[in-house]
């Protein structure tokens, strides 16, 4: 059985990303996170939410280890040429999305380099999305799906969709997935997933309770908390109150808050965070490059 040693945070933030064009170029430039974000290594600096998974199977000593990725979004692309060299990555072995959003699934395309150039061509890559979000790529990427509806050269990512059924667990190179189906506002559904002792929903609003009782004893929470401030609300997210009240009910060992806008000021959130939530789990805003590695004994 496969082992989850690792999480990578590709991207952190919404679907605008941060910085943005629009306070870089007010003038005078008000925005402190934004001016922040251009610089150097800022945990500031937020592309689309994504996550990479590595998993090995400890009883197989040389086994392969596997690179799972959770969405590629509009900036995904972006996201790889900074983390994949820094961190010695190179192969995808598979894709799963949580919903059809734009920041979630327009990086689709940018796999071509990793399924012409970094597998065998005999191997397409698996992605692994709900029958809504396969509905939507279809329409948007027909080539994706068809490769004899490419146009040009006809050379597009070598790529196969493989159904997730929302009810039911499933598989890939060992590691157990379960859906964890939500709310993205009043009229959307995605998907998070939990796998291991790890429960991830980057985007939701709502948490129905069949799926709560299927987070049960998750020990890292990822979770959506698009906006800070204990009175802020929003249609379609979870914001900073909904995401700390939903962990209490959870109890993890560690809380990741995820899929910040340019309102979050990483340092100085995170400082308060942890000062005005005294709380049994520690509190952590990801952020992009963020590493973290899975404790064993839990």
């Not at 925005?31 to 199977?57: E, G, I, M, P």
């Not at 995808?92 to 689709?108: K, S, Y």
């Not at 493989?162 to 993205?184: A, N, R, S, Y």
Request: charged share 25%.
């Amino acid at each position: 059985m496969a082992q989850i040693e690792e999480l990578i945070f590709l991207g952190s933030g919404t679907s605008e990303g941060v910085p943005r064009v629009s306070c870089l170029t007010e003038s005078p430039v008000t925005c402190k996170t934004c001016q922040d974000a251009v610089l150097a290594d800022s945990k500031n600096r937020r592309r689309n939410c994504s996550l990479l998974l590595r998993a090995f199977n400890r009883q197989l000593p040389g086994s392969e280890t596997h690179n799972i990725v959770i969405d590629v979004g509009k900036f995904f692309y972006e996201s790889a040429l900074v983390w994949f060299p820094k961190y010695h990555l190179r192969n995808i072995d598979a894709v799963l999305l949580t919903h059809d959003h734009a920041d979630h699934v327009n990086g689709l395309d940018d796999l071509r380099d990793f399924t012409l150039h970094m597998r065998d061509n005999c191997c397409p890559l698996p992605v692994y999305c709900d029958d809504q979000t396969f509905r939507r790529v279809k329409a948007s990427f027909p080539y994706l799906v068809d490769p004899s509806k490419g146009t040009g050269s006809g050379v597009t990512a070598k790529l196969v969709f493989c159904h997730i059924d929302p009810d039911k667990e499933f598989q890939i190179h060992g590691i157990t997935f379960t859906p964890l189906p939500v709310w993205h506002g009043p009229q959307n559904s995605a998907l998070g997933f939990r796998f291991g002792p790890v429960s991830y929903i980057p985007d939701v609003s709502a948490i129905p309770d069949t799926t709560l009782e299927k987070m049960k004893g998750s020990q890292y929470l990822i979770i959506d908390s698009l906006f800070p401030g204990k009175e802020v609300k929003h249609i379609s997210h979870f914001c900073e109150s909904q995401a700390l009240d939903f962990a209490k009910q959870i109890q993890p060992k560690f809380l990741y808050l995820t899929d910040f806008t340019h309102l979050w000021f990483h340092d100085v959130d995170e400082e308060r965070l942890r000062q005005e939530y005294q709380e049994s789990f520690d509190i952590y805003m990801a952020y992009d490059g963020l590493r973290v590695q899975l404790e064993t004994s839990i």
